[in-house]
T-cell receptor
Framework: AQSVTQPDIHITVSEGASLELRCNYS??????LFWYVQSPGQGLQLLLK??????LVQGIKGFEAEFKRSQSSFNLRKPSVHWSDAAEYFC?????????????FGTGTKLQVIP | DAMVIQNPRYQVTQFGKPVTLSCSQT?????MYWYQQKSSQAPKLLFH???????NEADTPDNFQSRRPNTSFCFLDIRSPGLGDAAMYLC?????????????FGPGTRLTVT
């Protein structure tokens, strides 16, 4: 069975500082990985996804993530955080095969940005 | 812009009074999902449709039902809402293309049960 662990429930960073949100997954084969962001009272927005190819993927809003098979990780990074990045971030994993599949979400990391 | 729309954004219902939440999409996706999300938790999949085929999660209470009259619309019916059903309900869609099934979410409906 697939699973996702986001070990940090809350993270606080200063505006302008760099950010790394951790995500570890469990899946028996090559996974299909996603990062979503959710602002308060809103739905989830896809930031980026990894299916295959280059292990460093670029997303929207200046985010990137790196797939590391050896560490079963897919950490999200941003070099300089803006106050508008304050939100909850969800990592998700699904099978890397076939058509649509059910996706498993992590429990989320809430990001606070301080001036 | 292609999108997923949910109505209403906020819904207040009384304990035991049936309520229906709606979702529509302009993405022409085959698959539509309903999630329940409680505060500071991950979204929990209730069920999904692949075209007209309904797929219920094993732990989804019988109190929750769904209808998909056509490709664009999907409804979530809660037959007898309890206080524990107060949550954000998220609708999502995806294509069924191989290895391109990322989900697109609507803004959600916040349900309050009084």
């Amino acid at each position: 069975a697939q699973s996702v662990t986001q070990p940090d429930i809350h993270i606080t960073v200063s505006e302008g500082a760099s950010l790394e949100l951790r995500c570890n997954y469990s899946y028996g084969a090559t996974p299909y990985l996603f990062w979503y962001v959710q602002s308060p009272g809103q739905g989830l927005q896809l930031l980026l996804k990894y299916f295959s190819g280059d292990t460093l993927v670029q997303g929207i809003k200046g985010f990137e993530a790196e797939f590391k098979r050896s560490q079963s990780s897919f950490n999200l990074r941003k070099p300089s955080v803006h106050w508008s990045d304050a939100a909850e971030y969800f990592c998700a994993v699904g099978p890397n095969s076939g058509g649509y599949q059910k996706v498993t979400f992590g429990t989320g990391t809430k990001l606070q940005v301080i001036p | 812009d292609a999108m997923v729309i949910q109505n209403p954004r906020y819904q207040v219902t009384q304990f035991g009074k049936p309520v229906t939440l709606s979702c529509s999409q302009t993405l022409n996706h085959n698959v539509m999902y309903w999630y329940q999300q409680k505060s500071s938790q991950a979204p929990k999949l209730l069920f999904h449709y692949y075209d007209k085929d309904f797929n219920n999660e094993a732990d989804t209470p019988d109190n929750f039902q769904s209808r998909r009259p056509n490709t664009s619309f999907c409804f979530l019916d809660i037959r007898s809402p309890g206080l524990g059903d107060a949550a954000m309900y998220l609708c999502a869609t995806s294509s069924n293309r191989v290895n391109s099934y990322e989900q697109y979410f609507g803004p959600g409906t916040r349900l309050t049960v009084t």
